[in-house]
């Protein structure tokens, strides 16, 4: 009897001290984020110390505010086609994330819809961050479609 209350005890202790795979509040993600790759909404981003004014990022605060440097133009580089190209200007531009789930991040800038929703972390290291944004049942699976021909993984 004495030694199933210890089992269960001990347990107890261990389940309540393990951690679900939190990705939206990892410290890893409250940093700032160099587009490095861009594949049918899959941002491959790597870390940078400051925002590169030549090229696309995001840097996420823990306050829920996030900066974007991003294309000026009305689409972004919220594109299924091409990487934004090097005559492209950005622009700083700041917004708000919030958790959406242990995985998930919604992401709103006001002034520039170019990377407005909800995405998925994929891959979150120190040096790697991986999203992929989400949409309704029937794109996704027109985007999957064009994932397999194209052989990309994520």
């Given at each position: 009897?004495?030694?199933s209350i210890c089992i269960l005890l001990l347990s107890f202790f ?71 190209n090097k005559a492209s200007k950005f622009e700083r531009y700041s ?60």
């Open positions: 009897m004495k030694k261990a389940i309540s001290f393990v951690k679900s795979q939190d990705r939206a509040f990892n410290p890893f993600l409250l940093q700032t984020w160099k587009l490095k790759k861009l594949d049918t909404y899959i941002y491959t981003y790597e870390t940078q110390d400051v925002f590169d004014t030549k090229s696309p990022g995001l840097k996420f605060n823990k306050n829920g505010k996030v900066t974007g440097n991003l294309s000026k133009s009305a689409n972004g580089y919220d594109s299924t086609e091409d990487f934004p917004g708000s994330w919030k958790k959406v789930s242990d995985s998930s991040i919604a992401i709103a800038f006001p002034s520039n819809n170019s990377m407005d929703g909800t995405f998925i972390i994929t891959r979150l290291t120190s040096n790697q961050l991986k999203l992929k944004k989400v949409f309704s049942a029937d794109i996704e699976k027109k985007l999957d479609s064009i994932r397999r021909t194209k052989d990309i993984s994520y």
